[in-house]
């Protein structure tokens, strides 16, 4: 029956954005004209995906990157796609096999399980006069052969709406994610290898967000369904080219199906001022405040921020930035207690012709996960991904968190360490299809006592297998 909805689901999204297509199309014709501050940029990628697009990059042709330092999305390196609108459905089929150490009380069990994922997609993005819109979904069904684990569905799903005027800027954005594990690896969802590839595809068509506005999922849990969201608007006001204020909120959940589990909910505004020192760097003085609460308690944490930011973008080939300042962290979590901590958020984008690279790191508050009443936390992503030849790619991703329970200064504190490191190649087999292989392998470090109802298991896991995909748009 799961199955059944799964792809009836599929075929209703497929449909919903092809009446998308034609409706937006329709009315493309009627839209105002507006000046240079009008122009939307299309996605940060330089199509669904390098195996099924594989467009140089070249910088004439890039439509620069609009995002400010006091927002909410992270700073990108522009798009190829400004001229062309995208829509985009996928199917895909998996077959995967997975290891994972052996339970010292159940001798005689399989530590190996194998897997059939059934999945699908679309990315829709469309661009005309002031208006940006893009729609990007991903998700299926997972059959699992093993005791370990049932079978389960997981659902990413992104909606972006941009709308520019002579001065003002509006971005609405809402990102949902259900999965039966912490999307920060990709448990539950094909694992590291797989969402390398998907990441390299479907996902980069849309700018990072900030730590601060999404609920946290960097700590593995044991095998528990779990549904997270963040509703994001930002307002931008351009006092000349040089300058502009921006005002950015959101407000996230992070909700578990069964007990045992710290759901969430929180909400955060932030404000600032950038001023852009020549046409490559820009610089920014921001403030934030954020909130959450715990369901079913009065436990919640609360954090204020000032910060510096230094931005510098080179269209079409780089994006970098930082944003670091001091973070009061106030706290009830069976205790009470206040810290001060440094705050930072940073990421490096680099674009080549064939090829681009990224590396952010975040450290803050965050929601604990589930597994803590709010966390400390220190977070480090790499992604890479590689067009060799017309027909071949690859594409990588890691990431190592550390979380740490919030407790009164000198009191002891609760960690975790989690890292993964994933890594998919692709071969193009027609205009169409697509066969992918990839490996991913996960470790986490967790305490002696569990926290919650579970933690997953200690040791590695390792995800192998081999996916074929087939995409509507055609290669080249």
Same mark, same amino acid.
């Given at each position: 029956?799961?199955?059944?909805?799964?792809?009836?689901?599929?075929?209703?999204?497929?449909?919903?954005?092809?009446?998308?297509?034609?409706?937006?199309?329709?009315?493309?014709?009627?839209?105002?004209?507006?000046?240079?501050?009008?122009?939307?940029?299309?996605?940060?990628? %330089?199509?669904?995906?390098?195996?099924?697009?594989?467009?140089?990059?070249?910088?004439?042709?890039?439509?620069?990157?609009?995002?400010?330092?006091?927002?909410?999305?992270?700073?990108?390196?522009?798009?190829?796609?400004?001229?062309?609108?995208?829509?985009?459905?996928?199917?895909?089929?998996?077959?995967?096999?997975?290891?994972?150490?052996?339970?010292?009380?159940?001798?005689?069990?399989?530590?190996?399980?194998?897997?059939?994922?059934?999945?699908?997609?679309?990315?829709?993005?469309?661009?005309?006069?002031?208006?940006?819109?893009?729609?990007?979904?991903?998700?299926?069904?997972?059959?699992?052969?093993?005791?370990?684990?049932?079978?389960?569905?997981?659902?990413?799903?992104?909606?972006?709406?941009?709308?520019?005027?002579?001065?003002?800027?509006?971005?609405?954005?809402?990102?949902?994610?259900?999965?039966?594990?912490?999307?920060?690896?990709?448990?539950?969802?094909?694992?590291?290898?797989?969402?390398?590839?998907?990441?390299?595809?479907?996902?980069?068509?849309?700018?990072?967000?900030?730590?601060?506005?999404?609920?946290?999922?960097?700590?593995?849990?044991?095998?528990?369904?779990?549904?997270?969201?963040?509703?994001?608007?930002?307002?931008?006001?351009?006092?000349?080219?040089?300058?502009?204020?921006?005002?950015?909120?959101?407000?996230?959940?992070?909700?578990?199906?069964?007990?045992?589990?710290?759901?969430?909910?929180?909400?955060?505004?932030?404000?600032?001022?950038?001023?852009?020192?020549?046409?490559?760097?820009?610089?920014?003085?921001?403030?934030?405040?954020?909130?959450?609460?715990?369901?079913?308690?009065?436990?919640?944490?609360?954090?204020?921020?000032?910060?510096?930011?230094?931005?510098?973008?080179?269209?079409?080939?780089?994006?970098?930035?930082?944003?670091?300042?001091?973070?009061?962290?106030?706290?009830?979590?069976?205790?009470?207690?206040?810290?001060?901590?440094?705050?930072?958020?940073?990421?490096?984008?680099?674009?080549?012709?064939?090829?681009?690279?990224?590396?952010?790191?975040?450290?803050?508050?965050?929601?604990?996960?589930?597994?803590?009443?709010?966390?400390?936390?220190?977070?480090?992503?790499?992604?890479?991904? %590689?067009?060799?030849?017309?027909?071949?790619?690859?594409?990588?991703?890691?990431?190592?968190?550390?979380?740490?329970?919030?407790?009164?200064?000198?009191?002891?504190?609760?960690?975790?360490?989690?890292?993964?490191?994933?890594?998919?190649?692709?071969?193009?087999?027609?205009?169409?299809?697509?066969?992918?292989?990839?490996?991913?392998?996960?470790?986490?470090?967790?305490?002696?006592?569990?926290?919650?109802?579970?933690?997953?298991?200690?040791?590695?896991?390792?995800?192998?297998?081999?996916?074929?995909?087939?995409?509507?748009?055609?290669?080249?």
């Amino acid at each position: 029956m799961k199955l059944r909805q799964t792809l009836s689901g599929l075929a209703l999204l497929t449909m919903i954005g092809a009446a998308s297509v034609c409706a937006q199309a329709q009315n493309s014709n009627s839209s105002g004209q507006g000046g240079g501050y009008n122009q939307r940029p299309a996605p940060a990628a %330089r199509g669904v995906s390098p195996g099924v697009d594989p467009l140089p990059n070249d910088p004439s042709q890039v439509t620069p990157d609009a995002n400010t330092l006091s927002g909410a999305q992270m700073f990108g390196v522009g798009s190829l796609e400004h001229a062309r609108n995208i829509f985009d459905p996928m199917l895909s089929f998996s077959e995967l096999g997975q290891t994972y150490p052996p339970n010292p009380g159940l001798p005689n069990q399989s530590n190996l399980l194998s897997q059939t994922l059934l999945g699908g997609g679309f990315n829709f993005d469309r661009t005309w006069t002031r208006y940006h819109f893009t729609a990007i979904y991903n998700g299926g069904e997972t059959l699992t052969r093993g005791a370990q684990y049932l079978n389960a569905q997981f659902h990413d799903a992104n909606v972006m709406q941009e709308i520019a005027w002579a001065r003002w800027r509006l971005l609405l954005r809402d990102d949902f994610v259900a999965s039966p594990g912490a999307s920060f690896t990709g448990t539950g969802m094909g694992g590291p290898g797989l969402t390398a590839q998907i990441g390299s595809s479907l996902e980069s068509s849309l700018n990072s967000i900030g730590q601060a506005f999404v609920p946290s999922e960097s700590i593995q849990t044991g095998n528990a369904m779990r549904y997270t969201n963040a509703a994001i608007g930002q307002l931008s006001y351009s006092f000349s080219r040089r300058s502009a204020f921006t005002f950015a909120g959101s407000y996230g959940l992070l909700k578990f199906t069964q007990s045992g589990y710290f759901s969430s909910h929180m909400v955060t505004g932030q404000a600032g001022y950038d001023f852009m020192l020549d046409p490559s760097d820009s610089i920014a003085l921001l403030a934030s405040y954020g909130k959450i609460d715990y369901t079913g308690s009065s436990n919640s944490t609360t954090n204020y921020l000032a910060a510096l930011a230094f931005g510098r973008k080179i269209t079409g080939r780089m994006a970098f930035q930082v944003v670091a300042g001091p973070e009061q962290i106030q706290f009830v979590n069976g205790t009470t207690g206040k810290l001060w901590y440094p705050s930072v958020s940073s990421l490096l984008t680099y674009d080549w012709r064939r090829a681009s690279y990224s590396i952010s790191f975040m450290r803050g508050l965050n929601s604990g996960s589930g597994v803590f009443l709010g966390a400390k936390s220190n977070i480090l992503t790499l992604a890479a991904h %590689r067009q060799f030849t017309r027909s071949w790619v690859g594409a990588i991703n890691s990431g190592y968190a550390i979380n740490e329970s919030l407790a009164p200064t000198g009191q002891p504190t609760v960690r975790f360490d989690n890292w993964f490191v994933g890594g998919n190649l692709g071969r193009q087999l027609g205009p169409h299809l697509q066969l992918n292989f990839n490996y991913g392998v996960q470790r986490q470090n967790s305490p002696a006592v569990c926290p919650v109802a579970s933690c997953g298991v200690n040791g590695f896991e390792q995800t192998f297998g081999v996916t074929v995909n087939w995409h509507l748009r055609r290669n080249g």
